[in-house]
């Protein structure tokens, strides 16, 4: 059981990261970013080690997502639909 979430983990990390290299808007790379990042935190689960998992979930997923969006605005490559 935990070889298959392992593995689906390992996917949904590749194929996110393969994500963030083909999208062209920002915001959703930032996202998907975030997102190997949380799947990295499950494969850390899975492996036993909690404490690790807990610290790349605050750093990886949080504090470091919220800081690239924050800068993406500051820049003005934060780009939304119907915004001008």
């Known amino acids: 059981m935990l070889f298959w ?33 949380l799947a990295l935190s499950v494969l850390f689960i899975v492996l036993q080690a909690p404490d690790v998992a807990l610290t790349e979930a605050a750093v990886g997923a949080g504090v470091s997502s919220v800081i690239l969006a924050i800068t993406l605005r500051r820049v003005g490559l934060w780009k939304i639909e119907g915004e001008k």
Request: hydrophobic content about 75%; charged content about 5%; glycine content about 0%.
């Open 5 to 37: 979430i392992a593995l689906i983990s390992v996917v949904v990390m590749l194929s996110a990261a393969v994500a963030v290299l083909l999208l062209e808007n920002y915001l959703a790379a930032t996202a998907a970013l975030s997102v190997v990042s």
